[in-house]
């Protein structure tokens, strides 16, 4: 699991890296350090990344990685219902406004996700959109999405 | 000295004791909850102190800072598990105190040994601050560049497993700082047309997902941990006798904290750890460390909480955080339009000494919050994970809306925090990002500013004296950081080997 998870990682860091120093070398970049222009420092971060990853493949192929197993087996069943309910979350903030979607997300995912009994989810909901009414609203003055609802 | 004056002014102002109160209660409290910490507190705390005076935010988060050192304790003592990294020492013998019954004194001595640390640490910031910033004066754009690059590589040198890795996300961490407008020319870069792109990417977002909404990640695949120990925790004061015998351990403790403070990328857990086995070193009972020793309470609590004080020194005089939990602070002096270093002492020398002078304040209410509301907190720490991840996610957002009013700025937070899940899970340590995005800017600047004025000519890089130094140094501990882990990974495979033969062979 940790060398296939390791490959993907390295393989995505790769992409953005070659992809990146491709975006900066656009920038007007020469390799003579007396016209060091705005994509200078980028394509020699970039290349530095390029190295390293390579330097992590090689020591995960030949056996001297640090990390020998990693556990993903909570990841789907505990992590990425809440990511999932966070991504419907923020999408809500913007749609059905701040405060509704704040106490929709923290009621479903206490009780559905975590299996937290109603009365204690209702009241964590109310205190937590109690407290950022009082201290962002009142004392902050910031303004939240108001959406179709509140 | 005048200085000093305007601080203790300040300081005595309700509106510096009252930040100093409320960061010293919540940093305890974030502190005892395992899995947060200072540098998960601080990141939640940066947005709320947009719209504060920058005397009030730093004063707050500094005080937030030193009571999570003390409160990490807590929930090490009581629940068997560190509220902070810093902390593990403490529950090798804090732990075996508890289940003695004896809770009441572990938690007694930690909060004594904190209070002595803090103050150590605090009387080190405000005796080394000023000499160094004489020095710090005399850095060129060439020395500043050394500088970052040398804590930069510390930090991704000691902060994981691995260098390669560290240096990996260091990579990443500069890579992300180079979207937006040039610090030179102007010239925006990597944009791609997102207006919300052209002054960077946001730097608090990244933080705080980055740090606390991937341990909200983390939290939620962790069980909730069982309070072990008497429930009566109130009159945490040691008696005379107590402290004759700890004083030494706790003074110790201190120095050597600060001292590991002061050095980039170490940390306070290194600091802990230190000065745990030098006191079981030192001890005349050896034996008893692991099973309940007050003494293996004190010596890592002391240095712990002298970290603060130490780590603040790199950070105020030169610019250069050392750790994440002081990175989110240089995050925080950048919200407020000001740039750590010696120039800040000259440009707002109110706000550097009441930060300086704070900390002992802090000591104070964190040695009177620590003894009279700690019933409340040790309830509070049985919370479990789940609902506190929720709450995490549900905070951090509203936060990071709360800084620019921006949608897109808690996608870039939610986006970060799966990247950094992911990033942990496979051994890629993230506080060498989160310094490179704090440090990454002053990087670049002072790599071109360098070029520009040697036209061209790496050589200026080895001609400053104080930039050579730091290179130097960074290529001693780049090489030697990685050869001594293999030393020991060498020598411990060597053990297990002669253990395996002589038990094979009935010796």
């Known amino acids: 699991m940790m060398r296939l998870g390791t490959y993907v990682i390295g393989g995505i860091l790769l992409i953005v890296a070659a992809l990146y120093v491709f975006g900066a070398s656009n920038f007007g970049v020469t390799f003579n350090p007396r016209d060091v222009g705005p ?55 913007q749609y059905v406004g701040y405060f509704s979607s704040t106490a929709i997300f923290l009621i479903i995912s206490l009780i559905f996700l975590y299996r937290i009994e109603l009365k204690l989810a209702l009241i964590v909901s109310l205190i937590f959109c109690t407290f950022v009414f009082v201290v962002f609203v009142l004392l902050l003055r910031t303004s939240f999405p108001t959406g179709y609802l509140f | 000295m005048d200085g000093l004056l305007i601080g203790v002014a300040n300081l005595l102002t309700i509106e510096t004791i009252l930040a100093v109160a409320i960061g010293c209660g919540i940093g305890i409290f974030v502190g005892a909850m395992p ?45 068997n598990t560190p509220g902070t990294p810093s902390a593990t020492a403490t529950m090798v013998d804090g732990y075996p105190m508890s289940q003695k019954g004896q809770a009441r004194l572990a938690l007694g001595v930690s909060l004594s040994s904190s209070a002595v640390g803090g103050l150590i640490g605090g009387l080190a910031l405000v005796l080394l601050a000023q000499p160094l910033v004489g020095v710090a004066l005399r850095f060129g754009p060439p020395a500043y560049f050394a500088v970052g690059v040398f804590g930069l590589s510390m930090v991704a040198a000691l902060a994981g497993s691995s260098l390669v890795k560290g ?8 890579m992300l700082v180079t979207v937006g407008s040039d610090p030179i020319s102007g010239y925006t870069r990597f944009t791609f047309g997102s207006y919300e792109l052209i002054d960077g990417i946001p ?19 962790k069980g909730a941990a069982k309070f072990v120990g008497d429930t009566s925790l109130r009159h945490l004061f040691l008696s005379r006798e107590q402290w004759r015998n700890l004083l030494p351990t706790m003074l110790r403790g201190g120095v050597i904290g600060t001292l590991i403070g002061i050095l980039p990328g170490v940390g306070s857990s290194v600091g802990g750890w230190f000065s745990y086995t ?29 970290t603060v004080g130490g780590s603040l020194i790199p950070l105020l005089t030169l610019g250069i955080p050392g750790s994440p939990t002081t990175a989110m602070l240089m995050g925080t002096f950048f919200l407020h339009g000001l740039q750590p270093g010696p120039a800040l002492f000259q440009n707002a020398p109110d706000i550097v000494y009441t930060l300086m002078l704070s900390l002992f304040a802090a000591v104070a209410f964190m040695y009177v919050l620590g003894s009279f509301a700690l ?14 991840a929720i709450l995490i996610v549900a905070m951090a957002a509203v936060g990071v809306f709360a800084l620019r009013s921006l949608m897109f700025d808690v996608w870039v937070m939610l986006g970060f925090g799966v990247i950094g899940y992911f990033l942990r899970k496979f051994g890629f340590p993230l506080p060498p990002m989160i310094l490179a995005v704090v440090l990454g800017p002053m990087i670049e600047a002072n790599f071109r500013r360098s070029l520009l004025l040697s036209q061209g ?26 050869a001594l882990k293999l030393v020991r990974k060498v020598a411990f495979q060597q053990r297990n080997h002669h253990t395996k033969n002589s038990t094979r062979d009935g010796i």
């Open chain 1, 39 to 93: 994509g200078y420092f980028p394509v020699g971060v970039g290349a530095l990344l390029i190295v390293l990853v390579l330097i992590v493949l090689g020591q995960e192929t030949f056996g001297r990685g640090s990390v020998s197993w990693v556990d993903l087996s909570s990841f789907i069943p505990l992590v990425l219902p809440l990511v999932a309910l966070a991504i419907l979350y923020i999408l809500g903030i």
């Open chain 2, 35 to 79: 899995g947060l910490g200072s540098a998960v507190g601080i990141a939640l705390m940066v947005p709320l102190t947009y719209s504060l005076s920058p005397t009030f935010s730093v004063v707050m988060l500094a005080a937030l800072y030193m009571g999570s050192e003390y409160g990490g304790s807590v929930s090490a003592i009581l629940l």
């Open chain 2, 167 to 174: 240096l990996v996300v260091a990579c990443l961490g500069l």
């Open chain 2, 203 to 221: 730097v608090v977002a990244v933080m705080i997902g980055l740090f606390a909404v991937s341990e909200a990640f983390f939290l939620v695949e």
């Open chain 2, 278 to 306: 030098l006191t079981q070193r030192l001890s005349s009972n050896p034996e008893d460390f692991g099973k309940g020793e007050v003494k293996g309470v004190a010596a890592p609590e002391s240095a712990n909480n002298a």
């Open chain 2, 375 to 388: 019933p409340l907190c040790a309830r509070v720490i049985a919370l479990p994970n789940h609902v506190l």
């Open chain 2, 457 to 482: 000519d790496y050589n200026i890089f080895f001609e400053d004296g104080i930039a050579f130094g730091f290179l130097a140094l960074t290529a001693v501990f780049v090489l030697a950081i990685p």
